[in-house]
C-alpha cells in the first residue's frame, strides 16, 4: 500500500525556517498533483501550497512571499521551504499527492503530518 512519508518538522522561533520533505514509500506509476495542506488546533485544515506536475504552483494568501513549494519528479519528492515563520504558522503540516498507482488506477493519498511548532 502506497503511502506518503513527511519529514523536517519541529519547533523554531518566530523568523526562523524549515524544510518539509514528503516522497511516497512503495511502487507508483506516477504523481499529478501533489499539496501541502495544515491544521492548527480547532481550526479546519487548509490548503497551504501545490504544485502540478509541470511546476504551476498556488499558494494561500497568508504565505505568499515567505514559503516555497518545489518538487524533483525524478524523486517524487515534493518541498516546503518556509521561511520568515511567524506564531500562526504553527499547526500540523500534511503531504498531500493524487498517486497513479497504476496507469488506470489513482489514489488520493495523504500523509500522517508532521508538526510544526513556531514558539519563542
Known amino acids: 500500500q502506497v503511502q506518503l512519508v513527511e519529514s523536517g518538522g519541529g519547533l523554531v522561533q518566530p523568523g526562523g525556517s524549515l524544510r518539509l520533505s514528503c516522497a511516497p514509500s512503495?511502487?507508483?506509476?506516477?504523481?499529478?498533483?501533489m499539496a501541502w495542506y495544515r491544521q492548527a488546533p480547532g481550526e479546519q485544515r487548509e490548503l497551504v501550497a501545490s504544485?502540478?506536475?509541470?511546476?504551476?504552483?498556488n499558494y494561500v494568501d497568508s504565505v505568499k512571499g515567505r514559503f516555497t513549494i518545489s518538487r524533483d519528479n525524478a524523486k517524487n519528492t515534493v518541498y516546503l521551504q518556509m521561511n520568515s515563520l511567524k506564531l500562526e504558522d504553527t499547526a500540523v503540516y500534511y503531504c498531500?499527492?493524487?498517486?497513479?498507482?497504476?496507469?488506470?488506477?489513482?489514489?488520493?493519498?495523504w500523509g500522517q503530518g508532521t508538526q510544526v511548532t513556531v514558539s519563542s
Open positions: 498531500n499527492a493524487m498517486i497513479s498507482i497504476t496507469e488506470w488506477t489513482a489514489k488520493n493519498v
Open positions: 512503495g511502487s507508483i506509476f506516477s504523481i499529478n498533483i
Open positions: 504544485i502540478t506536475s509541470g511546476g504551476r504552483t
